[in-house]
């Protein structure tokens, strides 16, 4: 909230009590607006508005403060002068309490004094009659339940006998109403081990015409015995008889199926065999038949069809062997690591039988809205119905009691809280929960069989970056079913485990490739090359194999900038898609009656409640949606309790990261040993002409002593011919780029190009954009960008990759080859001063500045005590170990 103008000091003591922390009340407190759309620079908040609204609340606590100084000394002076009073009144009370203790016991005296003896003793007279009245009236209905309760059970059993059903269930619940005359008496639980006796007698008696009832599905007779499983409140009872008759077709069907890729229980082999998804919807429709045609009867005979269906559904899936989760199991292990996509066909066949379900559901609903209601039975004031201690005898081993299943006691009740769908979906939740897992095996089985076929029809003999970037066409295809099996499967749930599982699958894919071509020298291809070019470089010194070599590497880092672009798109893709997820959970939320997440209510609960509705997926999607939005228009309510916008002011200024993180680096690094690779195979004819540098018989010479007498002026010395030859290749690097400058591959992730520093690189890219365009790179958009990034110059990447060959061949030099020099006399050491200064002129050329070179140089033409006094200190403090490296091979250590 900004600050207003208006505000009344009252409002911000109150707004301040409302924080335990200062700083976010201040925080809060000076939440500027929020930014418009201007996309003319002026997006962030303006410094001298913040300093004005500082001022303003520093006015006003000052305000506040002295307001509450004043109201504190006025208590205080309040205070001072009533705390005088105080004793005074609370003597004046103390008196007051004294007098009126004394007049009560005069009034209470007067009262008895009033009354003659003659009339009290008549009145205590009628109280000892009322209280033996009351007494014997209880004593004879006692005896009345007790006489009652003594031919109970000859006349249930008589009438049973009779065949008088209903009077014998009315007889018994007459009899149970008087139960609570018996409560907290020692004739309470012989009485009802009588009462559950008899009803067991006459449920008994029934359960054999009730059964042929139900199998006749004769309405009439149905509903009588129904009435009367509900006088002897045994309506459970009644359920679970019509729904283990009712439920046998469907039941058997289920027991018989010949599956091949699930548990059999007796499968019936004159049934062709079949697989568990092609049996389900089949077993389903079957289920939605019986459904439909039970709808009439149960409508009939049921006060409550809704829930009474929701039974009948709930019970008929807890009877079948094997049991739905133990059949379900079985078919997801037959089908290992694709077992993900038929698991996907599994509750897709599932989700249209709930469907339909909830559309039976809604036709109950309307039909039980016309039905007159049965009145409920009479209960005496204070009676709660016990639950009967035995088992009845139609309820099995194994099967949920009626409240387990979402069935009310009576009533209309709401469709959303009955849970057959719940039940349903059950065995689903532990696949769904682990949907990273079974993504990542699916795709990385994609993967082998992609490159199992490529090995079948012989694309191994094909050249690597054809088949680099064919095998990411198809990952990239595999990966966007992925977004088809997320939604299908977890609904959108699952995101970030689509994202790990992804991210994963890329990265494993790029670094099976890094790693192929780390291991081994990349394989001879046949490239055509311009014959003119290669006459012109002719005098670069490098073979047919060489030139191969390089436009090899060169055609590996175009496939991976194409591979890059693969996945910028897909990357656009995948947030659109998060994006639609965010929308429709907005959706969901904010109007839950007409819009679910999944296909029920009890599916979408039951996905809520797992472990896939965390805050890493709702930051998740708020981040994405605010993405795609824009930073100047964010996010104005939150998706749940846990949907909350991402205050992080990072994300108002940056530009969004890439979802596929660990993917980019494994392609960074895969750009890296193509780049690697490059430029081993550019300076293999330099470190080929350095190979024998160490070994020069000059860096033993000794000085003639005759020459050394003569004291003749000494001349700058000549580099030797092998630093000739360097300096001439390393010369010649540029004319090689000139070549290779429409090469779009050699721009691709410049940052990753070893000894080449970001900063610099960012400068000049920069640089680029400031001379090329006016419109400023850094501003965000309303969209996310999908094209490609502008070009590069290819200055600026000959540049960057000239400096990087100069380290690299620089480093070579300083690492390798001159601490490979045995020894150096004064001529040697004269020669190898002079090799280095030609050398780093040389490279200053190509902008390479190398400290290492330049240590090299200094030392070698340092005098030698002030080398050994290097070299001391470098001993102590192990730092400049080249000066101690040269004053050993000059024999002074």
Known sequence: MAISTTSSTAKLIESLEQYDDAVSWINDTLDTPEPTNDLSGSGNTDLTELDQYITQLLTSLDIACEDTSAQLERIIDDVSRSVPRLTYDLHFMKDGALTLQTSLVDV?????????????????????????????????????????????EMEVTSLIAERSYAKAAERLSEANKSMVVFQNTPEYDPRRALMVNLQNQLEASLSSALVSAINSQDVGSCKEYFSIFSIIQRESEFRNYYNASRRTSIVSMWQSANLTDADNNTPDMNTPPQSFAEFLPKFYTSFIILLNAERGPITSIFPDPPATVSHFISSTFSALQPTFPQRLASFTSHHGESSLSHLVDVLRATEDFATSVWKLMEKLKYSDASKPRPPAPERPPGHHRRRSSRMSISWRPGQQRPAALGLPAGGDPDLENLEWDQELFQPFLDAQVDYVSLERRFLDQTLMDII?????????????????????????????????RCKSFTHGFGAVGLIHALDGFFSNFVDTWSAELDSRSPLPQSYSF??????????????????????????????????????????????SYLAQIASHFRLAQTDPQNFTIAATKGETQLLEQSTLNSADLFALLATVEQDAQGLNTPLTAPLSSTFRQNSNPQLQTSTPESLLVQTRKSLSNFAQVCQVATQRTILSPLRKHLAPYPNLPIWSSREDPQQAELDLPTFSLSPTDIVQRLAEGLLNLPRLFEVYEDDDALAFSLQTLPFVDPEMLKNAMDQQHHDGSSQPTHRR?????????????????????????????????????????????GPGASQLSSDLEYLSNIVQALNVENEALEKWRVAVNTEAEELKKEARDSLTDGKDLIALRVAKIRGWL
């Open 781 to 825: 958009t309303a969209t996310l960008p999908t094209n490609k990034p502008a070009p590069i110059d290819p200055e600026v990447v000959s540049s960057a990759w000239l400096v990087s060959l100069g380290h690299n061949f620089v480093n070579h030099l300083t690492e390798k080859v001159l601490p490979a020099i045995a020894s150096l006399s």
């Open 530 to 575: 311009d014959s003119a070019s290669e006459l012109e470089l002719a005098d670069l010194d490098y073979s047919a194999k060489n030139w191969a070599d390089i436009q090899l590497s060169l055609n590996l880092l175009s496939s991976a900038r194409t591979v890059s672009d693969m996945l910028n798109t897909f990357e656009t893709k995948l947030r």
């Open 108 to 152: 209470l005296k007067k009262s008895k004094e009033a009354v003659p003896p003659e009339t009290s003793v008549a009145l205590d007279n009628l109280h000892h009659l009322d209280t033996i009245k009351t007494r014997m009236e209880a004593a004879r209905e006692v005896l009345q339940e007790a006489e009652s309760w003594s031919t109970l």
């Open 452 to 484: 199992s076929s490529d090995t079948r029809d012989g694309m191994q003999s094909v050249d690597q970056p054809r088949l680099f970037r064919e095998r990411a066409v198809d990952l990239v295809g595999a990966a966007e079913g992925s977004l088809t």
